[in-house]
C-alpha cells in the first residue's frame, strides 16, 4: 500500500512540475505575428519566382 501511495504522490509531482514548465500564457499573439510573416515572405517568395519564370517563358521564341 505504501507503494502506491509512492507513485501517486510521485506522479502528482510529476503532473505539478509540467502544469508549471507549459505556462505559455501570452504566447499566441507572438506566434501569430510570426505566422502572419512567414506567410507574408512565402507569398513575396512566389510572386518573385512567377514573375522570373514568366519573363523567361516568354523570351523563348516559339516560331
Known amino acids: 500500500m505504501v507503494e502506491i501511495q509512492m ?4 506522479f502528482i509531482t510529476q503532473v505539478n512540475h509540467q502544469n508549471q514548465r507549459r505556462d505559455e500564457r501570452g504566447e499566441i499573439t507572438q ?3 510570426i505566422t502572419a510573416l ?6 513575396v517568395i512566389c510572386g518573385i519566382i512567377i514573375a522570373k ?3 523567361k517563358a516568354e523570351s523563348i ?3
Do not use: E
Not at 507513485?7 to 510521485?10: D, E, F, M
Open 7 to 10: 507513485w501517486k504522490a510521485w
Open 31 to 33: 506566434t501569430v505575428i
Open 38 to 43: 512567414f506567410a507574408a515572405a512565402a507569398i
Open 53 to 55: 519564370f514568366t519573363g
Open 61 to 63: 521564341s516559339t516560331g
